[in-house]
């Protein structure tokens, strides 16, 4: 095969970091919701997390229907955490290398430990206000990323390839408008 | 609860783990690299997404098929569906704006914390807020629903 060079600078700018990280780290994601759901029979989304765990504090009735799965949604979360803190102690902390991992530039990099952690540059009142947004959003449209683009699309499920649609589209346009007023990072 | 298998949270704890590192390994735990995407400077993004969900479909579609029941709870595998009313789109179109503000959805947030990215705190308050604002104003019209001849 010949490559063109013309398609693969083409191919370099639109995927500046490759795609074998995005594909693995996808993979992985997959493979975690398998586990799950091969065991128990739940198709486990993260955002439901977020009223389960409220139900603890309050007796809102909303929340109170969640009652029944809030231990083990905090202790999925609480993987997930630790999940990301194992990525952090191998591959981030250089300790593990792959010509699967491309490292990346965003952000800034800390040492505690012996462990090197990432800390974003993204301004805290976008953080929060966006927070707000997801917090909001997800629990009315009945699912996020996980809940929706995993394990919905995965289903094949017409509600959630319109919410992925839905959320893509807007988070697209926001995400431009945002850059076009000068916010950044 | 109580009468449940007792590998049921340690099984959900090892695929939180998976999970978790999938979304470290990707980036998707690093809201820069979520804008990125969306402001079309890195188009990686939907190899995690639609990667996860190719692997999650071929389970959903393969478990059925092989067993009748998940082994430690013992209820039958099914597909999530949800059924889709006005709320899937408003609730969509609120988070795609959360999303593009902030480049960080839930579960990236969690693994966020994991990678050291202390400053995530904001993103998950903001969600404990938002996630209880709805259900503060959803469980009123509820409750008034449920009882409208006791209404003054």
């Avoid at chain 1, 952690?117 to 959003?137: C, E, H, K």
């Avoid at chain 1, 289903?155 to 926001?174: H, P, Q, R």
């Avoid at chain 2, 098929?65 to 009313?85: H, S, V, W």
Wanted: glycine share 16%; with cysteine; aromatic share 10%.
């Amino acid at each position: 095969m010949v490559a063109d060079p013309v398609l693969l600078q083409a191919l370099a700018e639109l995927f500046p970091n490759g795609i074998s990280r995005y594909a693995v780290g996808g993979l992985l994601v997959g493979l975690g919701t398998v586990v799950v759901y091969a065991g128990t029979g739940i198709p486990a989304g993260a955002s439901t997390f977020l009223e389960s765990t409220l139900s603890y504090v309050s007796d809102q009735s909303r929340f109170g229907r969640y009652v029944g799965s809030r231990d083990w949604r905090l202790v999925f979360t609480a993987g997930i955490v630790l999940g990301g803190l194992a990525f952090a102690a191998t591959f981030q902390s250089g300790v593990v290398t792959s010509s699967l991992y491309e490292p990346g530039t965003t952000g800034r990099l800390y040492e505690v430990a012996g462990v090197t952690l990432w800390a974003t540059d993204v301004q805290p009142w976008r953080l929060f206000l966006g927070g707000i947004l997801v917090g909001i959003g997800t629990r009315i449209g009945k699912g996020c990323t996980s809940g929706h683009g995993v394990c919905g699309v995965g289903s094949a499920s017409k509600t959630s390839l319109v919410g992925v649609l839905t959320f893509l589209t807007v988070a697209i346009g926001t995400a431009q408008v945002v850059a076009a007023l000068g916010v950044s990072p | 609860m109580a009468d449940r298998h007792p590998l049921f949270k340690p099984l959900i704890f090892v695929g939180g783990i998976i999970f978790g590192f999938g979304l470290g390994f990707s980036h998707m735990a690093r809201p820069e690299v979520v804008l990125n995407f969306l402001q079309f400077d890195d188009l990686g993004l939907p190899f995690v997404m639609f990667g996860a969900a190719v692997v999650s479909g071929v389970a959903f579609a393969l478990l059925p098929r092989i067993r009748d029941a998940a082994p430690l709870t013992g209820d039958a595998y099914e597909r999530r569906l949800k059924p889709f009313d006005r709320n899937v789109i408003v609730g969509g179109a609120v988070f795609g704006v959360g999303w593009g503000l902030s480049g960080i959805c839930p579960g990236a947030a969690y693994a966020s914390l994991g990678v050291g990215n202390v400053a995530i705190l904001w993103a998950l308050g903001g969600m404990f807020v938002g996630a209880y604002a709805q259900g503060y104003l959803r469980s009123r019209s509820r409750d008034r629903d449920a009882a409208p001849a006791s209404v003054d």
